[in-house]
């Protein structure tokens, strides 16, 4: 445990201390422009102190984001009471963080889907290997900046809006991880493996539920995990020109147009918690498929 947890800890403390020395750093250029306007003196001590808790720091100080953290997520309920009803509470960190992963759990489940079934035809049909993967490729070198609000407009105009066109531009970005890990997994089979199983009469369909798909679980699930996190990056990027009121998106969005660096340095903070929470939760389904499979290591 010691041997595991003290590299962990030693590289976290590194990053805090650099993380501090930055912050230091970058403040303290206000903290002497406003002492010189004033005609003050500060001390190094005085200028340390203020550096580390202005209201709208150039870089926010690990203390200052752990506590609006704190204070929009344990510190607010996500019901709040108004007029005898119980309606979501917009100051909840908690609540934002759903409205980002309800499409971004939906996008995903999309993009996987299709990732597989793509992968499936790549693999068994030539002409979609040689048609079809290009294409895939070519499409990620769209930028998703210049993208999203074209999908956006359009799905408006025909009346989809809230959910399902942020559910698209995640399944954009989740769906091309899913379609080369599972082609290669699909590949994976050896031709010794592939001969057995010809020896034995076994159909096309044999083979892949038998040999090909078992095969590419490992490859899958790997490809799902980065898959799952470019999805959540699809989500906060949608949420930016449809001028969505709630998610992460929307909070980056507010805090950088009244300058709350700390407002966007603690939504980042929970964009990567809740990537980190979901890429855990497939690691976990992971680990039992393969148990069960009797290929955990």
Same mark, same amino acid.
């Given at each position: 445990m010691a041997g595991g947890v003290l590299p962990v800890l030693t590289v976290v403390a590194t990053i805090v201390a650099l993380w501090y020395a930055a912050a230091i750093g970058l403040n303290r250029a206000w903290t002497l422009d406003q002492a010189q306007r004033q005609g003050v003196e500060l001390t190094a001590g005085e200028i340390l102190a203020d550096a580390m808790s202005q209201e709208r720091? !150039?870089?926010?100080a690990p203390h200052q984001v752990f506590d609006e953290l704190w204070a929009t997520t344990m510190g607010e309920p996500i019901l709040r009471e108004r007029r005898g009803e119980y309606r979501p509470n917009p100051r909840? #960190? /908690? /609540?934002?963080?759903?409205? +980002? #992963?309800?499409? +971004? #759990? *939906?996008? /995903?489940?999309i993009g996987g889907l299709a990732g597989i079934l793509l992968a499936v035809g790549i693999v068994h049909n030539r002409a979609m290997d040689l048609s079809v993967m290009p294409w895939a490729i070519a499409s990620q070198t769209i930028p998703i900046l210049a993208i999203?609000?074209?999908i956006i407009v359009v799905l408006n105009s025909i009346g989809l809006e809230?959910? =399902?066109p942020k559910s698209l531009i995640s399944a954009y970005l989740s769906f091309f991880p899913v379609v080369v890990g599972m082609v290669k997994g699909l590949r994976s089979p050896n031709a010794m493996d592939l001969d057995l199983l010809r020896t034995y009469s076994a159909s096309g369909a044999e083979t892949f539920w038998k040999l090909r798909l078992p095969a590419s679980?490992? /490859? @899958?699930?790997a490809s799902l995990k980065v898959g799952i996190a470019a999805a959540l990056v699809g989500t906060i990027v949608a949420e930016l020109p449809t001028g969505a009121r709630f998610g @992460?998106?929307?909070r980056l969005l507010t805090g950088s147009y009244y300058g709350q660096t700390i407002q966007i340095w603690s939504a980042l903070f929970m964009a990567a =918690?809740?990537?980190?929470? #979901? !890429?855990? +939760? *497939?690691?976990? =389904?992971e680990r039992m498929t393969l148990r069960r499979m009797g290929l955990d290591r």
């Open positions: 720091p !150039v870089l926010p909840s #960190l /908690f /609540f934002h963080a759903w409205q +980002t #992963l309800a499409p +971004t #759990l *939906l996008g /995903f489940a999203a609000p074209m809230g959910l =399902i679980v490992p /490859f @899958l699930f @992460l998106g929307a =918690i809740c990537a980190a929470a #979901l !890429v855990a +939760t *497939l690691g976990l =389904i």
